[in-house]
């Protein structure tokens, strides 16, 4: 195996993040690594949408939760004919910590994210979600512009 053997890249649909997917399968054909492309469903963002919304949050949920499987989708179509190992994964959580959280307990080595996710309530609620990984990760990030 290489230097980097497994790469978590976080996504949250914006062109950002699948620029960094398309680099980490870049450095993965290289390095011969195994990709986690993984979607946190922002709890503190549900929670926020339930006061501008009608919806329950169950409702909510399951509407950010289709969402996320529908960027998932496309991003595996792409990922079809690539000859790289990956996995996709969607988890409840704040960001940066589910991401940190995945990160050890997978045994990543490199974290590959965008510079900047999808604008509106979320990054109101809680800045970026980059800089809080860069801040509290131990392993390398590797940010994409």
Do not use: C
């Not at 529908?70 to 190992?85: A, P």
């Not at 940190?100 to 979320?122: D, N, T």
Request: glycine share 6%; proline share 2%.
């Amino acid at each position: 195996m290489g230097l980097f053997n497994k790469i978590l890249v976080p996504v949250d649909g914006s062109r950002y993040s699948l620029d960094a997917v398309r680099l980490a399968v870049k450095i993965a054909r290289v390095h011969g690594s195994e990709i986690k492309i993984f979607h946190v469903l922002d709890v503190l963002v549900i929670d926020k949408l339930k006061h501008f919304s009608k919806k329950d949050k169950a409702s909510i949920q399951e509407e950010l939760s289709h969402n996320a499987l529908g960027s998932l989708k496309d991003i595996e179509y792409e990922l079809m004919g690539e000859k790289v190992n990956f996995e996709l994964l969607i988890k409840e959580g704040v960001p940066h910590e589910a991401i940190l959280e995945e990160a050890y307990s997978w045994k990543a080595e490199l974290i590959v994210m965008g510079k900047l996710g999808r604008r509106g309530i979320s990054h109101i609620v809680l800045g970026s979600v980059t800089e809080r990984v860069i801040e509290f990760s131990d392993m390398p990030v590797l940010v994409v512009k």
